[in-house]
RNA sequence: GCCAGCAUGGCGCAACUGGUAGCGCACCUGUCUUGUAAACAGGGGGUUGUGGGUUCGAGUCCCACUGCUGGCUCCA
């Protein structure tokens, strides 16, 4: 047989497990390019290899076995607990279970204790094939497993019935795995496709579970909702250790927790959930992101609009969105209605609608006069706010808000130029985002959902095969999404990864046939006929607010120096030096540098701190030493120094810094 | 919207099984002021998210609402 790519004989009979006696990291084996336990007997020829717990299968094999620790160790302590799914997610895994009580925080604490149990037993995972009908008769107490087996026999193989049911039962046959005490005993059983790690022995104290949460059987909100534990699970506790870290590192950034300490903004109850307010310091960065992203629009072509933030109903049913969106709308107001004495309509009200997108508004300044081939591509750009009525258990933060500001812009093209436009469009999207410091991207192209959409497959396709082409000529790697699109059109979605590795959706360009149908859009074209434009929407960063959130994240308040609220502070040894500060501050101040002295009448060692802490990129000390050699003293937020820079080369350092976007 | 948890001065937290609110930072006042992350002293500030209930008595118990947190569903 070939192990490992090398040539080996082996006794008759012998198993993975045999093969890697003196690996304690093998978990697994992929034999003939198909996982399997390591207690699988091998036979003549076959090609065997190692999976080790740290690779990504090994790994979820490990966490797969987690979960099913955790689910022997909570019917151990709730009997009456069905059993769901329980697949290995991104570090870790959950186990759904229908259970008669909520689980507590301080179940989390027994089942863990009970799991520590269990794995110290060391348990075995025995595996063994079963029929439907073995299947139906073992597990008759299980509803939701024997759903999943009717499912196995329908349509498909009944992988695809649940986000991770392919745990549970793979193609071809059923198995069951018996969870066996060192007595020889069944502790526990579960339907299983596998493969799991020979021993509980192997997990070891690198797991833990984290948190509990309520999610709907089958991922549909009309199935029963049922119980969820989520866990983590590692190869070492060291590295259990360290995914907590950075799990704590995330904390440390998070937006909301930033804002709070960096008094950039809140979300007053007094306004309503989801709606945030801006403090002085926040503006500063918030202003900053605008006004560089203005100028860059200005300088590519793009045309300032403005509109309201309340539109008459019928507009949205001219979109189209009030057909699909009207949950998502604030409800309208019913403005304008006149009743008689008898309580008849004597004047018909209007309904007015928070509006959810700028593009019909922009859509109407198209149309307010004919337009010619001549003004195309029309590019109109806003930064508009706009109100939607997320669900309450949605909203988070500056990143799903109820009130935000696109920086929305419509591009109305001829077809001839829409593939140009396009990939300029794409080009001009990434070097943006480059310029905010983000510059680890990858596309998705989401396309049509035929029960969500409307128009005909033609447009479809002249707008989906537009944007491949345009994502092709980016070399940026492309994910495909099919179904993710909306209504009236596929995108292209731009993700960036961020300092700690996470994906956030960024910009997108979506291309739109439909609406300037809806809207019946028309351009006279060369030869005097009346032509339809084809409509391209585009966000760069989608929501400012949320970018604003991604952004601080990333940089863990740590702004560069273009984007941060106060980019200099003077802070004098004594207070006898702050007047030259001041000097150093009026001609910084006189090329556009936001800088303050602090005149306070903490000591300096406080001063330095208070700073340090507001995360202000340029520190600038003087004591009796730099005023006597016209020099100011920097101290930069990594606590490193350069003392003695004579003031003219500071405020050139400062202004060069602020002006190339750096971060120091 | 659903499930669970949480809500105490601006922020972070404390107050045993119900006995009438305290600390640190921040803020204000005064004194102090020479080299890179916290000088010292004093002071002001909370009807414990809102409304109702139980109780001799509620920050602590119950109900509703509002908001937040973590998930699920959703995300134009």
Redesign the pocket.
């Known amino acids: 047989m070939t192990v490992d790519g090398e040539q080996r004989t082996a006794a008759q009979g012998s198993t993975a497990a045999d093969l890697y006696a003196g690996r304690r990291d093998v978990v697994a084996a992929r034999i003939g390019g198909v996982l399997r336990d390591l207690s699988t007997p091998l036979a003549e020829g076959d090609v065997v290899e190692a999976v080790p717990v740290g690779s990504p299968e090994g790994l979820e094999v490990l966490r797969h076995s987690t979960a099913h620790v955790l689910a022997q160790a909570v019917q151990q302590l709730h009997p009456s607990a069905r059993l769901g799914i329980g697949p290995p997610v991104r570090d870790g895994f ?1 186990y759904d279970f229908d259970a008669e ?5 301080e179940d989390l604490k027994e089942l863990t204790a009970a799991m520590a149990r269990i794995v110290k037993e060391g348990q075995t995972f025995r595996r063994r094939t079963v029929t439907d009908e073995q299947a139906r008769e073992e597990l008759a107490a299980e509803p939701y497993k024997l759903e999943l087996v009717e499912l196995k026999g329908r349509a498909g193989d009944g992988a695809d019935a649940a ?1 991770g049911a392919s745990v549970e039962v793979g193609a071809g046959e059923l198995t069951i795995y018996d969870n066996v005490r060192r007595d020889g005993t069944v502790a526990w059983k579960d339907l299983c496709r596998g493969p799991h790690v020979p021993s509980t022995r192997v997990l070891g104290n690198g797991w833990a579970l ?7 059987w089958r ?3 009309a199935n029963a ?1 049922l ?2 534990v ?1 866990g983590t699970a590692w190869p070492t506790k060291d590295e259990l250790r360290a995914h907590q870290e950075r799990l704590a590192e995330a904390e440390r950034r ?1 937006h ?2 930033l804002g ?2 960096l008094d950039l903004f ?2 007053p ?1 007094e306004v ?4 945030a307010v801006f403090h002085p310091r926040g503006g500063v960065i918030r202003r900053a992101m605008e006004d560089y992203s203005r100028r860059r629009h200005e300088e590519d072509g793009y045309e300032f609009v403005y509109s309201p933030h309340i539109t008459k109903g019928a507009l ?1 049913e001219t979109s189209g ?1 009030l057909d ?2 009207a ?3 604030y409800p309208p107001m019913h403005l304008d209605e006149e009743r008689g004495e008898d309580g008849a309509v004597r004047r018909q009200g209007q309904d007015y609608y928070l509006k ?2 700028n ?1 019909p508004m922009h859509n109407l300044i198209y149309a307010a006069r004919g337009r010619s081939y001549r003004e195309l591509p029309l590019r109109l750009f806003e930064f508009g706010t ?1 109100y ?10 500056l990143t ?1 808000a109820r009130g935000f500001t696109q920086d929305d812009a419509h591009i109305y093209v001829t077809p001839e130029q829409l593939a140009s436009e396009l990939r300029a469009l794409l080009d001009f999207v990434l070097g943006l985002l480059r310029d905010y410091g983000l510059d680890d991207f990858y596309l998705e192209l989401s396309t049509r959902n035929p029960a ?1 959409s409307v128009g005909t497959d033609e447009s479809w396709q002249v707008a989906t095969d537009a944007l491949t082409e345009a994502a092709a000529g980016s070399g940026l790697e492309l994910v495909p999404d099919p179904g ?5 059109g596929p ?1 292209i979605s731009v993700q960036a990864r961020d300092a700690i590795g996470r994906t956030w959706q960024m910009s ?1 360009i ?1 291309v739109d046939l439909n609406l300037p149908e809806r809207f019946d859009l028309t351009y006279t074209a060369a030869d005097g006929s009346k032509q339809r434009p084809i409509m391209i ?1 585009r ?1 760069l960063f989608g929501s400012i607010e949320r970018f604003f959130a991604v952004l601080l994240e990333h940089y863990a308040g740590v702004m560069p120096p273009w984007l941060a609220p106060v980019q200099v502070v003077g802070v004098p ?5 702050a007047p030259h500060l001041h000097d150093v501050a009026a001609r910084l101040r006189a090329q556009g540098v936001r800088v303050e002295v602090d005149d ?7 001063k ?3 700073h ?2 507001a995360k202000v990129p340029f ?1 600038l ?8 050699a016209g020099a ?4 930069y ?1 990594d ?1 490193t ?4 820079v004579p003031v003219e080369e500071a405020v050139a350092r400062v202004v060069e810094a602020v002006r190339s976007r750096v971060q120091v």
């Open positions: 959950y009580v909520p689980f507590t925080p986000e984290t948190r509990t949460a309520a999610a709907y991922g549909d909100q909702q119980q969820r989520y998070d909301r927790r709070a300490e809140s979300f109850e309503g959930s989801g709606l949205f969105h699909w969106y949950d998502g709308m959810p997108m593009c706009v939607r009525y997320e669900k309450s258990g949605v909203v988070h933060g799903r969500k993710g699109a909306a209504f009236y995108k997108t979506q929407h966000a040894v004594a207070g006898e030096f306070s009448d903490d000591r300096m060692q406080k330095i701190r208070t340090a802490k520190v000390i003087a004591g009796g030493e730099d005023v006597a100011v003293s920097f101290r937020r606590g120094q350069d003392n003695g």
